[in-house]
């Protein structure tokens, strides 16, 4: 079967969704693929992106009291090796350093996959009295995790997170920070990225290695499949034990404290490309755009009607620049009027504002929405609180639009073979009762690929009656199945 194109060039979204999405990656300038398999180069159009996320978690990060700090790539892997747990869930994914500076080293260095053991032993120095708790600290970095299998900004060998890590004197303490957490990571999502989120508790196959529990945002992408987008992480006393972390009570006991971890990575970036992008390309929210409006002036054959609409534009994005509008100027007459809509949509800025001799006339421009190609008319005047008001529509009408295609791809099934029914049409999300053991969790994957992705919050303390769907076992709750990436 031979592939359509849209009119940009782009596989379309609907016939090969992964085929469209590199190509969206490539030709919307997010990202270059670099010599290293697994690797890629973050452009311009991404990493702006990433610094609106690290913007908005920052601040809230430090409103709570947690303080960036960085700690060293390279990890002694006797370090690693030390929390068993931890080695084994990440021990297939280690790059290991044996050699440098021209000799073979004492002891092998692992890349950063993530900074639990380096940071836990440097903790264990930190903290001796319940007077130095809670501790709370965040790092922005990168990690290397060797993927076997990689995919631009979903799956990469090397990619940029933040992780948070903090320390506490009861259990409890702790499970605030880690439920805290997920809080930040859903209304990112929900607020900035406009994406409808499902956020809840991890099966214990899918927990993280050395962790008590833990906690996702769980992505229902267009194809019906799921993506991790965020973790959080409750800890327990399992890596106090295994690095020695110990402080003295009020009683001059010697105590082991509990901890958390939590994070999300440049893997959201894909997340909001998958959610929001068309055939004609990216789709961006407003409020993580890199330009929310770019002011268009119109070609014209006649020279002094296209230096006036010039003018006009200049003055708009003047005008707009003073709102605090992040706003672009496309004074590039070389291309076709065609030629330069077609980039600014395929790049995904929300809103264009074209000035022609007929805008001119009226004292007006065209307003054109990204999100569904609307237009609309918005005086010169009008300006200071129409733009606004259109950029904030946008953004909320992208966040309804998440929600229902994330209601269309989730299903109620209570037997395997309705289970199975629902899978083998498309994939999608299926909400289930459960039995919750690893056993089951295990042969459910063996015959479907599906695995559980989260057991939401509201449905946490909801015991349900009757059997599990699959091994027919005393359900304990409703989880939802899914394929993910």
Same mark, same amino acid.
């Given at each position: ?9 782009? =596989? ?7 085929? +469209? &999405? ?5 030709? *919307? ?6 010599? /290293? ?10 990493? *702006? ?10 601040? +809230? ?13 390279? %990890?002694? &892997? ?13 021990? #297939? ?7 440098? @500076?021209?000799e073979k080293l004492a002891e092998p260095l692992v890349v950063r996959p993530t900074s639990e053991t380096i940071m836990y032993k440097t903790f264990a120095d930190w903290i001796q009295s319940y007077r130095d708790l809670p501790l709370k600290i965040n790092q922005w970095c990168n990690v290397v995790r060797w993927e076997k299998r990689t995919y631009p900004f979903l799956r990469t060998s090397e990619f940029l997170w933040q992780e948070g890590h903090t ?19 859903? *209304? ?18 899918? =927990?993280?290695? @050395? ?10 992408? #267009? ?7 965020? =973790?959080?992480?409750?800890? @327990? ?7 020695n972390i110990q402080y003295l009570d009020d009683n001059s006991q010697s105590v082991h404290p509990f901890q958390t971890s939590w994070g999300l990575s440049t893997r959201s970036i894909g997340g909001l490309i998958l959610t929001h992008g068309d055939d004609s390309g990216l789709v961006l929210p407003p409020l993580v755009a890199p330009y929310q409006a770019v002011v268009v002036p119109v070609n014209n054959k006649d020279e002094a009607i296209q230096a006036? $609409? ?16 992040? /706003? ?11 030629? !330069?809509?077609?980039? +600014? ?10 000035? @022609? ?57 209570? =037997? ?14 299926? !909400?289930?009762? +459960?039995?919750?053991?690893?056993? $089951? ?10 695995? #559980? ?6 449905? %946490? ?12 076992? #005393? ?11």
């Open positions: 079967m031979s592939k359509s194109f849209s009119k940009k060039g782009l =596989t379309k979204k609907s016939e090969n969704i992964s085929e +469209w &999405y590199q190509d969206v990656v490539t030709k *919307a300038n997010l990202a270059d693929y670099s010599d /290293v398999k697994g690797s890629i180069i973050i452009k311009p159009n991404a990493y *702006a992106i990433w610094e609106k996320v690290q913007s908005v978690l920052d601040g +809230w990060f430090k409103e709570s009291g947690v303080r960036n700090a960085y700690f060293p790539l390279f %990890i002694p &892997y006797s370090l690693i090796n030390k929390e068993k747990e931890h080695m084994k869930g990440f021990s #297939p994914e280690l790059a290991v350093v044996e050699n440098a @500076g021209g320390v506490h004197v009861k259990f409890e303490e702790a499970e605030a920070q880690a439920l805290q957490a997920l809080s930040w990571y859903k *209304a990112f999502y929900e607020d900035y990225f406009a994406i409808s989120v499902y956020a809840g508790l991890k099966s214990k196959g899918e =927990t993280f290695a @050395g962790a008590d529990h833990t906690y996702s945002i769980e992505l229902v992408m #267009p194809d019906g499949k799921a993506l991790q987008a965020a =973790t959080s992480h409750h800890l @327990g006393d399992n890596f106090a034990k295994a690095f006036e $609409c010039l003018k006009a534009a200049q003055k708009v994005t003047e005008d707009l620049k003073r709102l605090g509008v992040r /706003v672009m100027l496309d004074d590039d007459f070389k291309g076709s009027l065609g030629f !330069r809509i077609n980039k +600014w949509e395929l790049e995904g800025v929300p809103l264009r504002l074209e000035i @022609g001799g007929r805008e001119l006339e009226d004292k007006s421009v065209q307003a054109v929405r990204r999100d569904n190609f609307a237009k609309s008319k918005v005086g010169m005047k009008e300006l200071s609180h129409g733009v606004p008001e259109l950029l904030m529509a946008i953004q909320k009408s992208l966040h309804e639009k998440s929600k229902e295609a994330k209601l269309a791809l989730t299903h109620e099934a209570t =037997t395997f073979e309705e289970f199975k029914a629902i899978l083998s049409e498309k994939k999608a999300f299926v !909400r289930v009762p +459960w039995c919750e053991e690893k056993s $089951c969790e295990d042969a459910i994957k063996e015959a479907t690929k599906a695995t #559980p992705r989260v057991l939401e919050m509201d449905l %946490i303390s909801e015991k349900v009656a009757g059997k599990c769907f699959h091994c027919d076992n #005393p359900a304990a709750r409703k989880w939802l199945f899914a394929q993910s990436y």
